[in-house]
């Protein structure tokens, strides 16, 4: 990925995860309930220090990636029908367009000073 602003050459990438199990533990004697998983996971990626940042925010249910907004694109996309129909509510609602597109600035840049340390300096 080019030679970029870091040390190590590559792209710095910061993830936050987020999982939720909804569902009881089962009584004696009887089978496990079904349990649904919900994950949130962001991402930034540095290219170039921060002259290049790339964020992107992914929706998972059950193992599988309903939606996704990318800073690049834009937009929320949908990766399956359900994601497809959130998609196109979200992407109705400016504002939550513009707090997903100002991502890149108030959630990845902002951070980059206090991850440095951490993950590019100790290369």
Same mark, same amino acid.
């Given at each position: 990925?080019? /030679?970029? *602003?870091?040390?190590?050459?590559?792209?710095?990438? %910061?993830a =936050?995860? +987020?999982? %939720? +199990?909804?569902?009881?533990?089962?009584?004696?004697?009887?089978? =496990?309930?079904?349990?649904?998983?919900?994950?949130?996971?962001?991402? !930034?990626? #540095?290219?170039? *220090?921060?002259?290049?940042?790339?964020?992107? @925010?992914?929706? &998972?249910?059950?193992r599988?990636? =309903?939606?996704? #907004?990318?800073?690049?694109? *834009?937009?929320?996309? *949908?990766?399956?029908?359900?994601? @497809? #129909?959130?998609?196109? &509510?979200?992407? /109705?609602?400016?504002? &939550?367009?513009?707090? +997903?597109?100002? /991502? %890149?600035?108030?959630y !990845?840049?902002?951070?980059?000073?206090?991850?440095?340390?951490? /993950?590019?300096?100790?290369?």
């Amino acid at each position: 990925m080019g /030679s970029g *602003g870091t040390r190590g050459g590559g792209p710095v990438l %910061v993830a =936050l995860v +987020a999982l %939720v +199990a909804l569902g009881a533990p089962p009584a004696h004697g009887e089978e =496990l309930s079904r349990i649904f998983q919900e994950a949130y996971k962001s991402e !930034c990626h #540095f290219l170039n *220090g921060t002259e290049h940042v790339r964020y992107l @925010e992914k929706y &998972i249910y059950n193992r599988e990636q =309903l939606l996704h #907004f990318d800073s690049d694109v *834009g937009h929320y996309v *949908g990766d399956n029908p359900e994601g @497809e #129909f959130q998609a196109k &509510i979200w992407n /109705s609602k400016e504002e &939550i367009l513009e707090d +997903a597109r100002a /991502s %890149v600035d108030t959630y !990845c840049r902002h951070n980059y000073g206090v991850v440095t340390p951490f /993950s590019v300096d100790r290369r």
